[in-house]
Protein backbone atom coordinates (compact mmCIF):
# COMPACT_ATOMS: atom_id res chain seq x y z
CA UNK A 1 0.00 0.00 0.00
CA UNK A 2 3.22 2.33 0.73
CA UNK A 3 4.41 2.06 -2.69
CA UNK A 4 0.43 2.88 -4.32
CA UNK A 5 0.35 5.92 -2.37
CA UNK A 6 4.22 6.82 -3.41
CA UNK A 7 3.69 5.97 -7.48
CA UNK A 8 0.04 8.13 -7.18
CA UNK A 9 1.70 10.70 -5.43
CA UNK A 10 4.44 10.58 -8.34
CA UNK A 11 1.44 10.53 -11.27
CA UNK A 12 -0.46 13.58 -9.33
CA UNK A 13 2.80 15.77 -8.53
CA UNK A 14 4.70 15.27 -12.38
CA UNK A 15 1.69 14.35 -14.63
CA UNK A 16 -1.58 15.81 -13.21
CA UNK A 17 -0.61 19.20 -11.42
CA UNK A 18 2.28 19.89 -13.95
CA UNK A 19 3.15 22.02 -10.66
CA UNK A 20 6.70 22.83 -10.15
CA UNK A 21 6.73 22.29 -6.33
CA UNK A 22 9.60 24.00 -4.33
CA UNK A 23 11.63 21.43 -2.44
CA UNK A 24 9.98 22.29 1.09
CA UNK A 25 6.84 21.87 -0.17
CA UNK A 26 8.03 18.26 -1.34
CA UNK A 27 9.81 18.23 2.17
CA UNK A 28 6.23 18.51 3.88
CA UNK A 29 3.94 16.47 1.28
CA UNK A 30 6.77 13.53 2.06
CA UNK A 31 7.40 14.03 5.61
CA UNK A 32 3.63 13.71 6.28
CA UNK A 33 3.01 10.75 3.96
CA UNK A 34 5.70 9.37 6.10
CA UNK A 35 4.70 9.64 9.26
CA UNK A 36 1.01 8.10 8.48
CA UNK A 37 2.41 5.52 6.87
CA UNK A 38 4.56 4.86 9.51
CA UNK A 39 2.20 5.17 12.06
CA UNK A 40 -0.35 2.59 10.42
CA UNK A 41 2.31 0.34 10.14
CA UNK A 42 4.35 0.66 13.48
CA UNK A 43 0.72 -0.05 15.09
CA UNK A 44 0.23 -3.40 13.12
CA UNK A 45 3.18 -4.26 15.57
CA UNK A 46 1.27 -3.04 18.60
CA UNK A 47 -2.04 -4.93 17.96
CA UNK A 48 -0.63 -8.28 16.73
CA UNK A 49 -2.40 -9.06 13.58
CA UNK A 50 -2.95 -12.52 12.93
CA UNK A 51 -1.30 -13.77 9.30
CA UNK A 52 -5.00 -14.72 8.56
CA UNK A 53 -7.05 -12.20 6.16
CA UNK A 54 -10.24 -11.72 8.02
CA UNK A 55 -12.70 -8.96 7.27
CA UNK A 56 -10.85 -6.21 8.73
CA UNK A 57 -7.92 -6.70 6.23
CA UNK A 58 -10.55 -7.02 3.14
CA UNK A 59 -12.44 -4.02 4.06
CA UNK A 60 -9.24 -2.06 4.23
CA UNK A 61 -7.56 -3.37 0.76
CA UNK A 62 -10.60 -2.84 -0.51
CA UNK A 63 -11.29 0.66 0.56
CA UNK A 64 -8.01 1.41 0.11
CA UNK A 65 -8.12 0.13 -3.78
CA UNK A 66 -11.57 1.83 -4.44
CA UNK A 67 -9.96 5.04 -2.81
CA UNK A 68 -6.63 5.32 -4.59
CA UNK A 69 -8.00 4.43 -8.38
CA UNK A 70 -11.13 6.76 -7.70
CA UNK A 71 -8.83 9.46 -6.76
CA UNK A 72 -6.40 8.93 -9.95
CA UNK A 73 -8.94 7.93 -12.03
CA UNK A 74 -11.04 11.12 -11.46
CA UNK A 75 -8.11 13.83 -11.47
CA UNK A 76 -6.87 12.38 -15.06
CA UNK A 77 -10.41 12.93 -16.64
CA UNK A 78 -10.21 16.37 -15.24
CA UNK A 79 -6.92 16.99 -16.19
CA UNK A 80 -8.34 15.97 -19.76
CA UNK A 81 -10.97 18.47 -19.72
CA UNK A 82 -8.81 21.37 -18.24
CA UNK A 83 -5.96 20.54 -21.19
CA UNK A 84 -8.81 21.64 -24.01
CA UNK A 85 -8.66 25.54 -24.37
CA UNK A 86 -12.18 25.41 -24.96
CA UNK A 87 -12.80 24.41 -21.07
CA UNK A 88 -10.78 27.25 -19.86
CA UNK A 89 -12.22 28.60 -16.33
CA UNK A 90 -15.10 26.10 -16.38
CA UNK A 91 -16.18 23.71 -14.01
CA UNK A 92 -15.64 20.06 -14.34
CA UNK A 93 -18.81 18.50 -13.82
CA UNK A 94 -18.15 15.31 -16.05
CA UNK A 95 -16.84 11.79 -14.66
CA UNK A 96 -17.04 10.94 -11.52
CA UNK A 97 -17.10 14.10 -10.47
CA UNK A 98 -20.69 14.29 -11.71
CA UNK A 99 -21.13 11.77 -8.25
CA UNK A 100 -19.87 14.25 -5.80
CA UNK A 101 -18.02 17.81 -6.28
CA UNK A 102 -15.43 16.93 -4.64
CA UNK A 103 -15.00 12.94 -5.41
CA UNK A 104 -10.88 13.09 -4.86
CA UNK A 105 -11.43 14.05 -1.04
CA UNK A 106 -13.74 11.65 -0.85
CA UNK A 107 -11.49 9.25 -2.61
CA UNK A 108 -8.26 10.08 -1.07
CA UNK A 109 -10.23 9.81 2.21
CA UNK A 110 -11.42 6.28 1.81
CA UNK A 111 -7.45 5.32 0.39
CA UNK A 112 -5.91 6.98 3.68
CA UNK A 113 -8.50 5.06 5.97
CA UNK A 114 -8.04 2.12 3.73
CA UNK A 115 -3.59 1.98 4.74
CA UNK A 116 -4.97 3.10 8.72
CA UNK A 117 -7.08 0.01 9.11
CA UNK A 118 -4.32 -2.74 7.89
CA UNK A 119 -2.94 -1.87 11.16
CA UNK A 120 -5.42 -2.56 13.49
CA UNK A 121 -5.83 0.65 15.64
CA UNK A 122 -9.28 1.31 15.21
CA UNK A 123 -8.22 4.76 17.03
CA UNK A 124 -6.19 5.66 14.08
CA UNK A 125 -8.12 4.51 11.16
CA UNK A 126 -11.31 6.62 12.96
CA UNK A 127 -8.75 9.91 13.32
CA UNK A 128 -8.07 9.11 9.78
CA UNK A 129 -10.86 9.36 8.62
CA UNK A 130 -12.42 11.95 10.14
CA UNK A 131 -9.41 14.31 9.80
CA UNK A 132 -10.23 13.82 5.80
CA UNK A 133 -13.53 13.83 5.61
Partial sequence: MAA????????NI???????????????ISIYSTVTNSVATLS???????N???????????LFTVGILTELISELRR????????????LYTGGLFSLAPDINYVSYA??????????????WTAFQFFRHM
Fill in 14 to 28: SYILEAQISYSGMII
Fill in 79 to 90: KKFRDNPANKGK
Fill in 52 to 62: ELGSPQYISIS
Fill in 44 to 50: SLIYELS
Fill in 110 to 123: LWRTGFALTSGNYW
Fill in 4 to 11: GCVVKQII
